[in-house]
Every structure is written in C-alpha cells, then in structure tokens.
Nanobody, 125 residues
Framework: RLTESGGGLVQAGGSLRLSCVASGRTLSRCAMGWFRQIPGNERQIVAVISRSGTSIFYSTPVKGRFTISRDNADTSVGLQMNHLRPEDAALYTC????????????????????WGRGTQVTVSS
C-alpha cells in the first residue's frame, strides 16, 4: 500500500514537500512516479524516478521547480515542489511500476501497478 502526505494550501511562489511511503513492502522493485489530476481532466505525469535513482523524468510544466527523490532504504519517495503556481493545484498521487530494468522510468499511467489515494495540493494566487 502507498500513502501520500504533505499536501495542503500554499500561496503562489511557496513550497511543499510531498512524501509517499510504502507499508508492508519496500519500493526496491519499483520505478516511482508522481501524477496529478484536476477533476474533469486526465491524470498527468509529473515526475518519475527509476529503481536505481539514476534516471529521472520531469514533465515540462514542472521542470526546474520540482525535484523527485527516493530514500536509500527504498521505503519512501519524495517530491519537493518549489515556486508553486495556481496551475499546480491538483490531487497528487504516487505510484509504483515494477521494473526488471533498474534504469527504466515509465511515463504512462497504464504502466503502473500500485497507486496511493493521493494528497491534495491547493495553490492560492
């Protein structure tokens, strides 16, 4: 099971750090992704980190502002979000994609096997 935390209300220009924790398992077999979704819109990829941690992808809207990371114990993944904008407001969800290749970083949601329930991020202008 994956559980997200760290969401909340922040002013534009502010920062939040999201965390995704695995219970009952490690994330060592997972490439980990963060997605976001606004009601009525499709879920979008935000960032992905490979199993090895050496391959990372950021979507264009967040590149240079967000940083994805994973801890050495492979029990959690973080998403540091800086310089937040109103358009970043969404439900943020983490997901695990089990990968045999340590450097893979899938970007499509259908490639993911386990999902959290999400944490809401609201950005006021």
């Amino acid at each position: 099971r994956l559980t997200e935390s760290g969401g909340g209300l922040v002013q534009a220009g502010g920062s939040l750090r999201l965390s995704c924790v695995a219970s009952g398992r490690t994330l060592s077999r997972c490439a980990m992704g963060w997605f976001r979704q606004i009601p009525g819109n499709e879920r979008q990829i935000v960032a992905v980190i490979s199993r090895s941690g050496t391959s990372i992808f950021y979507s264009t809207p967040v590149k240079g502002r967000f940083t994805i990371s994973r801890d050495n114990a492979d029990t959690s993944v973080g998403l540091q979000m800086n310089h937040l904008r109103p358009e970043d407001a969404a439900l943020y969800t983490c997901a695990c994609s089990e990968q045999t290749i340590a450097t893979e970083y899938p970007k499509d949601d259908w490639e993911y096997d386990y999902w959290g329930r999400g944490t809401q991020v609201t950005v006021s202008s």
